[in-house]
């Protein structure tokens, strides 16, 4: 039997992947949440039908997510993320000997569970003592957070904000003056701005109402093969620290990230820079 | 009617790309040859099933082959085009004033043709009266390049090695050598080396059977959404110049090229530096 993982990147565009064999397919309370293992890719994790990571290329989005904040930040030790319940994000994380406690905040209780099952690659992360996961919307989180228990670093890891998935109230400008508010001195706070080739509007928008709320914003990218077009982006925004400049050494084994892919991963296209702010082009053209 | 252009990236990985018109559809003495009107990216052109060069984002491809050279060699005023029948990667060289004159090679005048038609964005370069095109093998051209009628900048822009098309003779070693007869002092040679996350032994093996006849060799990449994974390189070697340094400045628009994109296409993430060989990786570390 010849099984295919379809994806409609776009009215016009679509990626299909052979699947081996269907390791999980239902809905939870939050949206529909399927696992194939994909003869390229490995296991692969699909929300509402579009692809949020694979066994095989999660690497790159998940070094990049947590490495260019807890490497730029002078003193990360508290770090908090909302979304990332596959548990990869986690794993980049604690890999940093100087973070002390994560606390992930997942809406959705059936992704852990089935990437406990599913991806234990990713998974791995819940064994560490430093992790807290809750079970709760992260915006309602922020707004809860009781002062004096702000983090150095917040990651959000969800689904994207064109969906009608639970990603979408943590693209919204609300939620980002929570996030500004749970930031220590210096902190610094990264964001998935998407793919955009398929989604301009996203990191346009991000960027641009960032401005309004943080000191500091800046935009960087990389590669993701397995989202359309390639091309992904991240803002990454704070209370004055740089987030361009690695100040701690990564010691481990990386596959993406390293101190130049850091500095480079800054470096804005002429066809990215004109989505974001004059004035982040010029802070980051420096 | 849904019509859709179904790419077959591997036996596990499909593109497709919605329809809207068959522009030209035929079979040439050397491939298959078809140009469709994307929903996403206009017109479009596939040889032997493969997208090769879209409207919509031909700008990158062309733009990183073309101005990294020639920004790159202190003097070059004779450019040689292996390939590139649809014209784009001209037009890009053509550009820059300071080159006096481009002789393209390509195999097959029915690429020429359709490109005339159909690539119009891409074909304006064939008016230009510094261009003198030839259909030859570029091969045996470079066989029969007579002593003194050599090149600063060679460019091939070519199909894959992997398939059965014509380019497979510009990836054999036989071709370097010929490449570095046709090099005059200082010169550069580029070539496209394919999309590392579907053909990895593509930049691995050039790269390294280039270091058996290029004193300088180097890799570069870019993101280019129509081909498989995004994730894009190319050669870069030669005779003494080091690629990876802008010397002239671009003073026209550029979408996806600028001076410090240049620099920084140079920087290898860890899984792309793993392909290269070690040299290699440690030249452009510096």
New interface residues.
């Given amino acids: 039997m010849a099984l295919?993982f379809r994806e409609e990147a776009?009215?016009?565009?679509?990626?299909?992947?052979?699947v081996r064999r269907v390791l999980h397919s239902g809905r939870s309370a939050y949206q529909e949440i399927t696992v194939v293992e994909?003869?390229?890719f490995g296991p692969t994790l699909a929300l509402d039908g579009i692809v949020q990571t694979t066994a095989k290329?999660e690497f790159?989005y998940h070094e990049m997510m947590a490495l260019v904040p807890l490497t730029a930040h002078p003193a990360p030790e508290r770090v908090l993320i909302i979304g990332g319940g596959d548990g990869g994000l986690a794993r980049e994380v604690l890999r940093c000997p100087w973070v002390r406690e994560v606390t992930l905040v997942e809406i959705d209780p059936e992704v852990v569970e089935v990437s406990k099952r599913f991806l234990p690659g990713h998974a791995v992360s819940f064994a560490d003592p430093r992790l807290t996961v809750r079970f709760q919307d992260g915006a309602r989180y922020l707004e809860e957070l009781p002062a004096g228990e702000a983090f150095d670093v917040i990651l959000v890891d969800s689904t994207d904000p064109e969906g009608e998935g639970p990603g979408r109230t943590l693209y919204a400008p609300p939620f980002r003056r929570q996030v500004l508010r749970a930031l220590r001195e210096g902190g610094l706070f990264v964001q998935q701005t998407g793919t955009p080739?398929y989604n301009p509007d996203t990191v346009r928008e991000v960027s641009q109402d960032s401005l309004a709320v943080f000191p500091v914003v800046r935009v960087y990218w990389c590669?993701?093969?397995t989202?359309?077009?390639?091309?992904f982006t991240f803002l990454a925004a704070g209370r004055g620290t740089d987030p361009s400049q690695p100040r701690r050494p990564v010691t481990w084994?990386?596959?993406?990230?390293?101190e130049?892919?850091h500095?480079?991963s800054f470096?804005l296209?002429?066809?990215l820079a004109d989505l974001v702010p004059r004035v982040v082009q010029v802070a980051q053209?420096r």
Same sequence: chains 1, 2.
């Fill in positions: 295919w776009s009215p016009g565009h679509r990626l299909e992947w052979k994909t003869e390229d290329d790159i080739f590669v993701v093969p989202y359309p077009g390639g091309l084994e990386t596959r993406w990230y390293s130049a892919v500095r480079a470096v296209p002429p066809l053209q």
